[in-house]
């Protein structure tokens, strides 16, 4: 895979920054993002860069997320899954990375796109149905077409699987949740 010239120094801190696995999952999550951006007419480059620095924080410990991000939550306090995205942003930040666009998608790729970024709706759904999940290939191929139609489907989903569980959802999910059409039909 051929990175970007403007991205060469962030693909190498990524690629420090975490495991091997996580990293071929990041490229993957990274390229897909471009692709469905391409497809809808979007800012493919953005795409990417959201999608190579995406998990950037995802293989820190714990305590060192919640150093970068505050806990919102109970579920921030006890899940790191749920901070990496806003502690992703604040590490990029600190390191001097400045596109808003970019780092809101990298904030929200875990809870789901607040407001009109498009970028982030391709990279949330780009992360929930990389082919190496082998999950999610009907959104997956649903964002090729309609992204919002794909956006709304993998929120549903995500709502209703942890719901059907018993699962506590994250406020800022609930709230994207609520804004869609979905969560009305309920």
């Known amino acids: 895979?051929?990175?970007?010239?403007d991205l060469e120094v962030w693909n190498e801190r990524?690629?420090?920054m975490v495991r091997p696995k996580r990293y071929a999952h990041i490229l993957r999550v990274a390229v897909l993002a471009r692709d469905i951006a391409r497809s809808q007419h979007l800012d493919a480059e953005r795409a990417f860069a959201a999608g190579l620095l995406h998990d950037i924080a995802?293989?820190?410990s714990f305590p060192e997320l919640l150093r970068l991000a505050p806990a919102e939550c109970d579920?921030?306090?006890h899940h790191a899954l749920a901070v990496h995205g806003r502690a992703g942003r604040a590490l990029l930040e600190r390191w001097g990375y400045g596109d808003l666009t970019?780092?809101?998608a990298v904030e929200d790729h875990t809870?789901?796109?607040r407001g009109s970024n498009p970028v982030s709706a391709a990279v949330y759904i780009a992360d929930v149905s990389e082919p190496g999940r082998g999950v999610n290939e009907?959104?997956?191929?649903?964002a090729f077409k309609n992204l919002t139609a794909a956006l709304e489907l993998a929120i549903c989903s995500k709502v209703h699987y942890l719901q059907g569980r018993g699962i506590d959802v994250h406020p800022r999910t609930l709230a994207v949740y609520q804004s869609l059409e979905?969560?009305?039909h309920r």
């Not at 895979?1 to 010239?5: E, G, V």
């Not at 009907?138 to 649903?142: A, D, K, S, T």
């Open 182 to 184: 979905c969560s009305k």
């Open 111 to 113: 809870t789901g796109p």
């Open 58 to 60: 995802r293989d820190l």
């Open 138 to 142: 009907h959104i997956r191929e649903l």
């Open 1 to 5: 895979m051929i990175i970007p010239a």
């Open 14 to 16: 990524v690629r420090l």
């Open 102 to 104: 970019v780092l809101e």
């Open 75 to 77: 579920i921030d306090r």
